[in-house]
């Protein structure tokens, strides 16, 4: 019997620092937000500390004054006790400022840091310290979001790879962010947040890299059956080692056309990393128009044409020049409409739904309520 009690208290043991270990081993990937290698990265994790440090201070003295309250007047232990106290000024003062203040405070830096690290805001900086120069230059990465895997597209480079994604150290990187046919977000923790890759969409993020190093990244949002082993590989490289790179991309490299895009469109999972020495232009356009297919005209061309059936004067909509109107703007030329209930009766004109139905002669009227021949009565 002594024995059986034993292994039992060792399995509870066991299964006791079992649990106690998982949030650390469930947490060892997403510990990588509170070590981050770019710019971007470093404010969004001082912003998550220092909201945390804030909430704290009303956290910890809620929970250090549990256990105090129910220490000192736990059972058996004489204590000051007034039955007829209800109210104290100085603790009413305390309880609704010190929280107010706190919200405010978190509002206030919650506010201008959304507008700081808005994804479509160009960089005014690299790091801390170190300001953007007035004529430095993006670099531009395409990116589309496949399943289940990552296309990155450097027009500038002419190259183009499948689940790789390298960077030059110190250098502000433009992403062109869409999706081929589901909502995916493109998140690499180490280097910004993350931002929506949408179909038929064109979403955007500024970032840099600070430091030599490799991470990795992958979609924040659930897309079926192979988005568990939906990640690419993050490199930060010195620029001379990031040239040299693209160097080696275009000497063992092939071409990603358009025939060839439409194969690697195609659901695939566990895709191991492709690269291509050239990319044929214009192909993240297109890309984003959804018309890769030969002969499959481009949403542009679409839209375009269903606004001149509609009498409209459509905008210049090129691959790359961004979507159209809003479905609440006019098109240009055109006044707001009047709606039918304002408009004076000689406008309205004649048909089925305006026409005045015709009444018999001899209709009842309200002499008769129930009469069939009622039914023509307006």
Same mark, same amino acid.
């Given at each position: 019997m002594l024995s059986k009690l034993f292994l039992g208290a060792r399995r509870v043991r066991a299964v006791v620092a079992a649990t106690a270990l998982l949030p650390l081993l469930a947490g060892c990937q997403r510990m990588v937000v509170m070590m981050p290698d770019g710019d971007v990265a470093g404010q969004q994790r001082d912003l998550i500390l220092i909201a945390t440090l804030l909430m704290l201070v009303i956290i910890v003295?809620?929970?250090?004054?549990?256990?105090?309250?129910?220490?000192?007047?736990?059972?058996?232990?004489?204590?000051?006790?007034?039955?007829?106290?209800?109210?104290?000024?100085?603790?009413?003062?305390?309880?609704w400022s010190v929280p107010l203040l706190i919200i405010t405070v978190i509002g206030a830096i919650t506010w201008s840091s959304t507008h700081l690290l808005d994804p479509f805001r160009p960089l005014d900086r690299i790091k801390s310290g170190q300001p953007l120069a007035p004529n430095a230059k993006h670099m531009d990465v395409q990116v589309v979001a496949m399943d289940w895997k990552w296309l990155f597209i450097y027009p500038e480079q002419g190259i183009a790879t499948v689940n790789e994604l390298a960077l030059p150290v110190d250098v502000p990187v433009r992403f062109h962010i869409t999706s081929t046919s589901q909502f995916a977000t493109f998140y690499a923790p180490t280097l910004a947040g993350m931002i929506y890759a949408m179909p038929g969409m064109r979403s955007m993020l500024h970032a840099v890299i600070n430091k030599p190093t490799t991470s990795f990244g992958f979609s924040g949002n659930y897309t079926g059956q192979g988005h568990s082993d939906n990640r690419f590989a993050l490199h930060g490289l010195e620029p001379a080692k990031f040239d040299q790179w693209v160097a080696r991309v275009k000497a063992n490299g092939g071409a990603l056309t358009g025939a060839d895009y439409l194969r690697l469109e195609k659901p695939?999972?566990?895709?191991?990393?492709?690269?291509?020495?050239?990319?044929?232009?214009?192909?993240?356009?297109?890309?984003?128009?959804?018309?890769?297919?030969?002969?499959?005209?481009?949403?542009? /061309?679409?839209?375009?044409?269903?606004m001149a059936r509609a009498?409209?004067?459509? %905008?210049?909509?090129? !691959? #790359?020049?961004?979507? =159209?109107?809003?479905?609440?703007?006019?098109?240009?030329?055109?006044?707001?409409?009047?709606?039918?209930?304002?408009?004076?009766? /000689?406008?309205?004109?004649?048909?089925?739904?305006?026409?005045?139905?015709?009444? %018999?002669?001899?209709? !009842? #009227?309200?002499?008769? =309520?129930?009469?069939?021949?009622?039914r023509g009565i307006s």
């Open positions: 003295p809620v929970m250090v004054a549990t256990v105090v309250f129910a220490w000192r007047y736990r059972a058996g232990r004489s204590a000051n006790y007034d039955p007829t106290f209800d109210h104290s000024t100085g603790w009413e003062l305390v309880i695939s999972e566990k895709v191991p990393v492709q690269r291509y020495a050239a990319v044929q232009p214009g192909l993240f356009d297109r890309v984003v128009q959804r018309c890769v297919e030969p002969g499959k005209p481009c949403m542009a /061309e679409l839209m375009r044409g269903d009498g409209g004067h459509p %905008p210049e909509m090129r !691959p #790359g020049a961004g979507m =159209p109107m809003g479905r609440n703007s006019m098109p240009v030329g055109e006044s707001t409409p009047v709606p039918a209930l304002q408009k004076a009766p /000689e406008e309205k004109g004649s048909g089925p739904n305006v026409t005045k139905p015709d009444t %018999p002669a001899d209709a !009842p #009227g309200q002499r008769n =309520p129930g009469d069939p021949q009622n």
